[in-house]
């Protein structure tokens, strides 16, 4: 029924207390701050606190100088782009034109056309050869996530864990020289596509201007150092969907979202490239009070490696789910995975890396992390898209935190905001609301899903209250709001509350 043993209760109701910032103060500068000891509060700002220097938190937090310097000018800048003239307002998409010309609609046709003209001999040939090379790895998998407990929050990195890495590593080992050789086939054709283009419409000096919008993002920490990070989210993923389904999903990021990456969304060889601020907020919690512990539920429900059977079948229906497992002792920062696609269509559902830094972690004795969002009340999640990550579809600096509402949508107070700071194109296949990719795509589709989540924060809200599950459930239904959709601001339906 998705109730809550008695001690989560305990655990979720101490998380939204004040904590003792002078114990913890005392504990920082004594170098024996726990995890567990720290929350993140909207009083401390503990993301503003300066405590090791510049090379030592970007170790710790996955940054590189570049991004950082590109993100801090941007703020300098009011903090939507790096033009002054577009202003402070990041609680608002950021205006974004869409190039109707005949040229970017012909270089977006060109683009479906030479992305068909690859793809679907590349499908039949990979895929159930990745299939089947996928299984015996993940079958191991699945034994150990049958031995987590319902409930279990982080997966501890013991001697078992390592054990069954090392063997789940060797056994995928021939998966991973079919998704290099996969790679490596998309270049060459990314290439030969792209720079034939270039040449036939002699766009040279666009395609500087592009390469220029993609460097902030080149230098991120590489995925095939972090492949432990990637077994941990795989087990919390394979606990929220099931083997077949993330044998699936894998498959389809391995094979197919390099190419949707590189050649769809940010190819420079065919794109006009640029910075596009788009944000979601939803409508207001502000009666899931505090703050603080509004963002507890939602780390919990995002960041627990095993959720409790109730919560777990709610999740595996939604169309995205995000897992950011806790960072290992060392970094603020680890690697998770998005889930998203329609359960009713295999081909859109896909798994997603994301490098990810969690503003409650204290690791390394430091707490301190950018904030790109003028609305920002909490931070919770920083989430880098790197150009050098091929495994997720976009490249941009994204960032989840409890809003203010911003001068631009105020009714909104105490929601969950979104910003994305998107490298996009202007074209309707790269930045259309319409489109199956890019960055309106996304906007579209964050303004669809984030009620669906909200939804699931009430209702852990009110059974942490001590409500009874049909309670707690009908009011959730009863708050139920979802938003018009559209470049700008995304308005609550005034009209329609409630399921």
């Not at 001697?159 to 998309?186: E, G, Q, T, Y």
């Not at 095939?224 to 699936?248: K, N």
């Amino acid at each position: 029924n998705g109730g809550f043993p008695h001690s989560e209760v305990e655990l979720s109701r101490s998380m939204s207390r004040s904590n003792s910032r002078e114990a913890i103060g005392e504990m920082q500068m004594k170098g024996h701050m726990r995890e567990s000891d720290f929350h993140v509060t909207t009083a401390e700002r503990q993301w503003e606190k300066v405590t090791v220097d510049e090379t030592t938190r970007m170790r710790l937090n996955g940054e590189s100088v570049q991004c950082m310097a590109h993100m801090k000018a941007m703020k300098k800048a009011g903090g939507v782009s790096l033009r002054e003239a577009d202003g402070a307002d990041t609680s608002k998409d950021q205006d974004w034109p869409l190039d109707e010309s005949c040229f970017a609609k012909c270089a977006d046709m060109y683009c479906l056309i030479t992305t068909g003209f690859w793809l679907v001999p590349k499908a039949l040939i990979f895929v159930i050869p990745m299939l089947l090379l996928e299984l015996p790895a993940l079958v191991l998998l699945r034994s150990y996530v049958a031995t987590l407990k319902p409930g279990t929050d982080k997966v501890r990195r013991s001697s078992r864990f390592w054990m069954s890495f090392v063997l789940a590593l060797c056994l995928f080992f021939p998966a991973l020289i079919l998704a290099f050789l996969s790679l490596m086939v998309d270049y060459i054709f990314y290439w030969l596509f792209g720079i034939t283009f270039c040449i036939f419409t002699n766009r040279y000096c666009a395609v500087r201007r592009s390469m220029k919008a993609l460097n902030p993002y080149r230098n991120g920490p590489w995925i095939i150092s972090h492949l432990p990070d990637i077994y941990v989210a795989l087990i919390g993923q394979t606990a929220r969907q099931g083997i077949f389904e993330i044998a699936w999903s894998l498959s389809n990021m391995l094979l197919f979202v390099p190419w949707f990456k590189y050649y769809v969304n940010v190819n420079p060889w065919l794109q006009n490239l640029d910075h596009r601020l788009t944000t979601q907020i939803t409508t207001s919690m502000s009666d899931i009070a505090p703050a603080e512990h509004c963002a507890s539920i939602m780390q919990e429900i995002i960041s627990r490696a095993k959720h409790h059977p109730g919560r777990a079948r709610k999740v595996h229906l939604w169309s995205f789910v995000p897992h950011y497992p806790s960072p290992p002792p060392g970094r603020r920062y680890a690697l998770g995975l998005h889930r998203g696609g329609k359960n009713t269509n295999p081909l859109t559902q896909v798994v997603l890396i994301v490098h990810t830094t969690h503003a409650n972690s204290c690791h390394g004795n430091s707490t301190e992390q950018h904030v790109a969002s003028n609305s920002c009340q909490l931070p919770m999640y920083r989430v880098i898209l790197w150009y050098n990550n091929p495994y997720h579809f976009l490249t941009a600096w994204v960032e989840a935190s409890v809003s203010t509402g911003g001068p631009s949508q105020p009714e909104k107070v105490d929601g969950g905001e979104h910003p994305m700071w998107i490298v996009s194109s202007t074209s309707p296949l790269g930045a259309g609301r319409t489109s199956f990719t890019g960055s309106g795509y996304i906007d579209s589709f964050f303004d669809y899903w984030l009620p669906v989540f909200q939804h699931e924060v009430r209702y852990s809200h009110h059974r942490i209250a001590g409500k009874s599950h049909q309670e707690a459930l009908q009011i959730a239904n009863d708050m139920y709001q979802e938003v018009h959709s559209k470049d700008g601001i995304s308005r609550p339906i005034a009209d329609k509350v409630g399921l």
